[in-house]
Structure formats: structure tokens, C-alpha cells
């Protein structure tokens, strides 16, 4: 009979994450904050960032990031104000928040938001300058 090592009962920690399907809520229960996603997983975030890197091709902060402003977009499109969107996702200041928009995206909350509406709300083509409506 063989011994059994005890490395050989301990699950690998790459299994472990790999079972986890509830990511975008983990995100913001971490409040996007890569060493507290990586605590509530139970592994280091040394790991964490090995498992990102391999399996998500981007580290984990930058999907935090990315996830945060995804969530962002979608709190503006449905009319929720700059003040609030900054306080749900957890920004101090609502400047903070605009700075962080404006550099994911490349265009600030407020113009983001009135391109939105103009979009749904204009006919076909009207929203663009360089479209002729016949």
C-alpha cells in the first residue's frame, strides 16, 4: 500500500476559482478592490492574478475596473445621477468617479448620458452630423 501525501488531499487553489460562476457579484461585494476579491475566494492574490492572467488573458484589477465602469455605463443609461452612480460603486467624491468614466470610456458621464438619449430619441440618422436624412 501506498502513502497518501498531503499535498495530494489539498485541492489546488486553481480549482477552486475555477468553480466560482458568480464573478461580477463577487466584484462588487469586494468593492472592486482586487486583495479583497482574492480573500473572499480564500486564496492569495498572488494566485488570484496567476488565474486571471491565464484564464481572462488581463490581471484582476484591470476586469475590476473594467466590470465597475460597465456597471457605471449601465446605472447612467438608466438615468440614475452622477452623485448616485459615484455612491453606489463606491467613490468618495463624484469627481473621482467622473475622472475614472472619462479615462475607461474617453468621453465624460454627462456627455456619455446626453449621447444616449439623443440616440434614442432622434430619428434614424439625425444624431449623426455626416448623414444626410432624405
Known amino acids: 500500500m501506498g502513502t497518501t501525501h498531503i499535498s495530494n488531499l489539498k485541492e489546488p487553489m486553481s480549482h477552486k476559482l475555477k468553480k466560482i460562476q458568480d464573478w461580477p457579484e463577487r466584484a462588487r461585494a469586494a468593492k472592486w478592490c482586487a486583495a479583497m476579491l482574492a480573500q473572499d475566494c480564500g486564496v492569495s492574490l498572488r494566485t488570484l492574478e496567476r488565474f486571471f492572467q491565464k ?3 488581463k490581471s484582476p484589477k484591470l476586469w475590476l475596473t473594467e466590470q465597475r465602469q460597465k456597471q457605471a455605463l449601465e446605472l447612467l443609461h438608466d438615468g440614475s445621477s452622477i452623485k448616485e452612480i459615484a455612491a453606489i460603486l463606491g467613490y468618495r467624491h463624484a ?4 475622472r475614472d468614466f472619462k479615462t475607461h470610456w474617453c468621453i465624460c458621464p454627462t456627455n456619455e448620458r446626453f449621447y444616449h438619449w439623443s440616440i434614442r430619441i432622434a430619428p434614424l440618422g439625425r444624431h449623426l452630423p455626416f448623414i444626410t436624412v432624405l
Open 95 to 98: 469627481a473621482h468617479f467622473s
Open 55 to 57: 484564464n481572462i488573458c
